[in-house]
């Protein structure tokens, strides 16, 4: 089953109040269980101009799309961090599933 988006702010709001949260190299993910399956990815003007964030959160989406069949239901967000870009496709992934795993929310 895919995940949808947030439809609004307070659904980001609670996953960041109240879901785990884990820092992984170039970004940081919050996880909020839930019976629904939702995600979004986030790039604030600190990673860098629109094209860079545009970019940055397309590689997050195809790094979510790697792993989301993996993933338990629940509320996702992704957030670039300022050094995202130093990092390679490889780094992030690998990294993202370890964070996946230690928040405990891979199948």
């Known amino acids: 089953m895919k995940f949808s988006k947030f439809e609004n702010t307070a659904e980001f709001t ?3 109040k ?6 992984c190299d170039g970004l940081i993910l919050f996880y909020l269980p839930a019976s629904e399956r939702k995600r979004a990815v986030v790039a604030s ?3 860098g101009k629109a094209v860079v964030r545009n970019r940055a ?3 997050l989406r195809a790094l979510f ?3 989301e069949n993996e993933l338990e239901s629940g509320k996702y967000v992704l957030v670039a961090k300022t050094d995202f870009e ?5 780094k992030l ?4 599933k370890w964070g996946l ?7």
């Open 14 to 16: 609670a996953v960041y």
């Open 18 to 23: 109240s879901g785990k949260k884990w820092f």
């Open 45 to 47: 003007k600190k990673v």
């Open 57 to 59: 959160k397309r590689v």
């Open 65 to 67: 799309a790697r792993v």
């Open 86 to 90: 130093e990092f390679s496709f490889l």
């Open 93 to 96: 992934e690998k990294s993202l």
């Open 101 to 107: 795993k230690k928040i405990q929310c891979l199948r």
